[in-house]
């Protein structure tokens, strides 16, 4: 049997440091045993990370985490396990690539109308390695020209809501997200509730919907997760009846807050998503 399970992390396809190959290598030598590589709105990553496996003692799982548009705010969904060939997932996530390539044009204009900084797309771009610009690869060039001191306080100032280079997601729907994953015979998570700041009640309803469109799992423990969010994540699932995942949401050895193999185990009342793999028979 495994035990080490890392269902969420990044690498260059989208906003993370590392090349696939360099994640999955990383992620070997720190002891992952099951590692789901899941790139923002894509699946570009899968195949590199799935070659460099082939020699090491690591499986892949292929993956990707969908940006969503629920109630006027963005959510994430993972898709685990989808077959990464799927021809509507593909047609999904190119609509919204689409939307990020426009919304990161618009990034730009904004950046340069309010706040008077030039040419923040093309420094973006130049972070994003050519693959999709996302609010990550602006955050680094800010830091880059000085505009603020660190990621954190980029996002506080420059884009989020209320701030000059925001631009309002238009992201799938829950229902499109939950379908396209499971066309494409995946399982659905959903990816760090805790960190939305919704109520409760308000995180009741979305975990409520989640379920009731065919997802299968709340992402107990996550690297955006304290250990309060963990087990109240884990009772959440418990009581919605839906299975537990766990994930770094691992960006590169630059933002260290968790790194890859050091996740805690799943409190003792969750049902692991891997609990009914295949692979798991394997080891
Ligand atoms: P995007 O999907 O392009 O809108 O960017 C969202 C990504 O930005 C998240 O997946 C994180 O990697 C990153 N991010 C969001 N908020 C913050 C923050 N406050 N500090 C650092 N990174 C953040
Ligand atoms: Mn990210
Ligand atoms: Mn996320
Ligand atoms: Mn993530």
Redesign the pocket.
């Known amino acids: 049997m495994y035990s080490n399970y890392d269902l969420h992390t990044?690498s260059i396809a989208?906003?993370?440091s590392l090349t696939p190959a360099e994640l999955v290598a990383r992620a070997a030598a720190a002891g992952v045993e099951v590692l789901a590589l899941t790139d923002?709105?894509t699946l570009s990553g899968v195949a590199e990370a799935r070659r460099a496996a082939g020699p090491l003692p690591i499986q892949i799982v292929a993956g990707v985490?969908i940006?969503v548009s629920w109630q006027g705010r963005?959510v994430?969904l993972v898709g685990l396990g989808v077959e990464p060939d799927d021809h509507a997932l593909r047609q999904g996530l190119a609509g919204l690539l689409e939307f990020?390539e426009w919304?990161?044009q618009e990034i730009g204009r904004r950046l340069r109308r309010d706040s008077g900084i030039s040419d923040a797309f093309a420094g973006a771009a130049r972070y994003a390695r050519g693959d999709?610009?996302?609010?990550?690869?602006?955050?680094l060039f800010l830091v880059e020209i000085g505009r603020a001191r660190?990621?954190?306080s980029?996002?506080?100032q420059f884009?989020?809501s209320g701030k000059p280079g925001h631009v309002a997601?238009d992201w799938a729907s829950l229902e499109q997200a939950l379908g396209w994953i499971r066309g494409a015979g995946g399982q659905g998570v959903l990816a760090h509730p805790a960190r939305y700041s919704l109520t409760r009640s308000k995180r009741h309803r979305l975990i409520g919907e989640f379920k009731e469109l065919g997802g299968v799992a709340l992402e107990v423990v996550s690297g955006s997760h304290n250990l309060d969010d963990c087990l109240n994540m884990a009772h959440d699932a418990r009581s919605f009846g839906l299975l537990a995942s766990a994930g770094s949401?691992y960006?590169g050895p630059e933002?260290p807050w968790l790194e890859l193999g050091r996740l805690p185990s799943l409190p003792l009342q969750c049902q692991p998503i891997w609990r009914d793999w295949p692979l798991a028979a394997a080891a």
């Open positions: 990044h989208s906003d993370g923002h709105d985490e940006s963005t994430h990020r919304r990161a999709l610009v996302g609010r990550t690869h602006f955050a660190d990621l954190r980029v996002f506080k884009l989020v997601g949401d960006h933002s």
